[in-house]
């Protein structure tokens, strides 16, 4: 069994979940203003159809839904090949000022 996998032979969810989060606020960065910066704040990952080996090349597709002045809110979906949904994930990100990153 690799690292990734589960006891009855699945990806681990916790996989699923890494790819949401990684596209889920590289959308949001894409309305950011240069002066802003994000982090993420909370995430829901509905898991709709077993991810296996052979499920195959996966693709995910983010995109943001509402974007405030404190707040963003986006939406992924990864699909098999085929198109089929493999999961639904939405997220919330905090929108701060970059310059809050330095203050440590």
Not at 3 to 17: K, L
Not at 36 to 50: G, I, M, S
Request: glycine content about 8%; proline content about 6%.
């Amino acid at each position: 069994m690799s690292a990734t996998s589960t006891p009855s032979g699945g990806v681990h969810g916790g996989w699923a979940a890494t790819l949401l989060d990684s596209a889920l606020p590289c959308a949001v960065q894409t309305l950011l203003e240069k002066s802003e910066a994000y982090t993420t704040a909370e995430f829901k990952v509905n898991l709709t159809r077993p991810i296996m080996p052979r499920t195959g090349e996966v693709v995910c597709e983010g995109k943001v839904v509402h974007k405030g002045r404190t707040l963003a809110v986006s939406e992924a979906t990864p699909k098999d090949a085929s198109g089929k949904l493999l999961a639904f994930d939405t997220e919330t990100c905090s929108v701060f000022p970059a310059a809050n990153l330095a203050a440590g």
